[in-house]
């Protein structure tokens, strides 16, 4: 009866979100403090002059006179009867368009899946391999540092430079369009490395804790073949990433606007997006209601996958609690990525960001221009150190809103179950436009849209953690010996829940500022001359195939901030002297206490020690 009921309220309060986020979209036309009327009339034909009579008329012929609850409640009573509205600028039924562009979408999604599962099983093939011979421990924090890399890799870029190399100049695969098979692959390899490589190294964080639990020691004395303890240890950890793979879905879906504008695919991120700049409401409408759809059915997948791989231990509190065999170690690779990337936006900005020199224009690197050029002459070292400080300081600042968001709301999972779902479906540049048209364009119209979206992985990342850790054996002991919600929250489940909700936070850094500078490449946030790094991207996007370096600078440094970000979840330590072969005893016992000293002194000190327990025996002899 309780499971029952609190499955009806959580129906309901996902009903109630899908509907405000339905409301707020029908809203947008009004929210934007423009003239729907103009704007549509604009999108069917922009040379045409709008009279007040035209723009009326048009008024009367969309129905805006009656208000947008009106409009609402047409769409939604129409709904039923498979009516979704006609299109304000084409005029043709919206519900066909729809399907078709889903179709498209859902057919490239299945292709980046496939790609996104070979990437994380290639991330994390090296932990599944030291895992059954007890060595997965030994990794250090830096491990998975390739991983971070190509995590960090903005796809728009990936999927020009897929386009431009690949598909134009070797000629190896079509570059544009959507016409069968052939054309799913770099599009598919667009979005599934990104999202393959961040996945896999959630996973990756998660494996040495399921290898250090007692079944995988027993199994590892029996004997039993590495492969099978390592499926076993697979399917222990996937359940925590589980979420995150449901939001993927609905992300590599709606999501994969940018890469669908690359490649001239007909999908529904495209399809919404054009909606929302046009200001096609019925098309929009439709759009979000699809997505939402699809992020209910994916988090409802996922849950059951979660549920059906941990087994009847996850309902009778037997699972064992998936701690780190050990703390990741610090280690000194941070110092070096640091280092690289405080050089640069050192040089960088004792240049000049906005001079130009026409005939310097798109010139490749040299000494007086280390990162080349840009199609004005602006040098780029000066314009990536210089919008280094706005995009690492919005960076920082949306991430650490994000963690704190995500934690407190995915440690009451019945609030943000249908709350993530939601939020997921709202791709970030639809969040954009939502937040472009309520407070207007400006530099911090992508921070607060993707400040809206960015807690929904770690919120799922933490709920997940959360319902494995109540159902493990030594909390249920504890709570019957009498202990309080506060002492399992403060002293059992937050030590556990909180390190990999982290870590996973410091590896979605660099996603954090791809958003921000997907936004950017699409427009909607800080405008020229602004030396961000989305900005830099966007407008020299253009210039990618004959002048590489424009686009590759700041790439390359959002890359820099990924990888970063990963090699210090561990910690960071300065690096140690290394011991020579020649090197006595006392030297390494002084290198592990962390007090090493030279080796000269350390002989001396032997010989002296040796000398006294020689005269004390002569003494005693004598």
Not at 39 to 65: C, F, H, I, M, Y
Not at 95 to 109: Q, T
Not at 291 to 314: F, K
Not at 593 to 618: H, I, L
């Amino acid at each position: 009866m309780g499971a029952g009921r609190s499955t009806g309220l959580s129906a309901l309060w996902r009903l109630a979100l899908a509907g405000v986020l339905l409301c707020g979209i029908g809203l947008l036309p009004w929210l934007s403090r423009t003239d729907p009327a103009r704007t549509v009339l604009k999108a069917r034909e922009a040379d045409r002059e709008p009279s007040p009579e035209l723009l009326e008329s048009l008024r009367s012929q969309l129905g805006l006179d009656a208000g947008p609850l009106r409009l609402l409640g047409r769409w939604l009573a129409g709904l039923p009867h498979g009516d979704a509205g006609r299109s304000w600028i084409s005029g043709t039924a919206v519900a066909p368009s729809v399907a078709e562009s889903l179709g498209v979408s859902l057919l490239l999604m299945g292709g980046a899946l496939v790609v996104a599962a070979v990437t994380a099983g290639a991330v994390c093939g090296r932990t599944l391999w030291l895992g059954p011979r007890r060595r997965a421990a030994r990794r250090g924090a830096g491990a998975g540092s390739g991983g971070a890399l190509f995590a960090a890799l903005p796809e728009f870029l990936l999927a020009s430079v897929l386009a431009a190399v690949v598909g134009v100049r070797l000629g190896w695969l079509p570059a544009v369009g959507w016409y069968g098979p052939r054309w799913m692959v770099l599009p598919s390899l667009a979005l599934g490395v990104p999202a393959g490589a961040l996945l896999g190294r959630v996973l990756d964080d998660a494996l040495p804790g399921a290898f250090a639990e007692a079944w995988a020691r027993a199994a590892a004395a029996r004997g039993l073949p590495a492969r099978r303890i390592a499926c076993h240890a697979l399917r222990r950890a996937v359940p925590g990433v589980l979420p995150n793979i449901g939001l993927f879905v609905v992300g590599l879906t709606g999501g994969a606007v940018a890469v669908e504008q690359v490649f001239d695919i007909p999908g529904l991120g495209r399809l919404t997006l054009q909606a929302a700049i046009a200001q096609d409401l019925p098309m929009l409408q439709a759009g979000a209601l699809v997505l939402v759809l699809l992020a209910a059915a994916a988090g409802g997948l996922a849950r059951l996958a979660a549920r059906l791989l941990l087994g009847p231990a996850l309902r009778d509190g037997a699972l064992p609690s998936l701690h780190r065999p050990s703390a990741p170690s610090a280690r000194s690779v941070p110092l070096l990525y640091g280092t690289i990337l405080l050089a640069v936006v050192v040089l960088g900005a004792l240049r000049d960001p906005l001079a130009v020199d026409t005939a310097a224009r798109l010139t490749s690197p040299s000494w007086a221009h280390p990162f080349g050029t840009d199609a004005l002459g602006r040098d780029l070292l000066a314009r990536v150190g210089h919008g280094a400080l706005s995009t690492l300081a919005l960076t920082v600042a949306v991430s650490a809103a994000a963690l704190v968001a995500g934690v407190l709301l995915g440690l009451v999972p019945r609030l943000s179950g249908g709350l993530v779902e939601t939020v997921n479906a709202v791709p970030p540049v639809l969040a954009g436009l939502l937040v472009a048209g309520a407070a207007g364009r400006g530099p911090y119209t992508p921070v607060l849209a993707v400040a809206a979206v960015a807690w929904a992985p770690l919120a799922a990342h933490t709920s997940a953690l959360l319902r494995q850790q109540r159902a493990a054996t030594h909390l249920a002991a504890t709570r019957a010996l009498g202990a309080s919600r506060r002492h399992l929250l403060r002293r059992h489940v937050l030590p556990a829940v909180l390190p990999p909700v982290v870590r996973h936070a410091l590896l979605r850094l660099s996603a954090v500022a791809l958003a921000l500078a997907s936004l950017g490449f699409l427009g909607l946030g800080a405008q020229p001359p602004s030396p961000e790094w989305g900005r830099l991207l966007a407008e020299n996007h253009p210039y990618a195939e004959r002048a590489p370096w424009t686009v590759l600078a700041p790439a390359a440094a959002l890359a820099l901030l990924g990888v970063l970000a990963v090699t210090a979840s561990g910690g960071v330590r300065w690096p140690r002297r290394r011991l020579r072969v020649d090197d006595g005893p006392d030297a390494l016992i002084g290198s592990l206490r962390g007090s090493p000293r030279k080796a000269g002194e350390e002989s001396d000190s032997v010989e002296q020690r040796r000398g006294k327990r020689n005269r004390g025996k002569d003494g005693a002899h004598g």
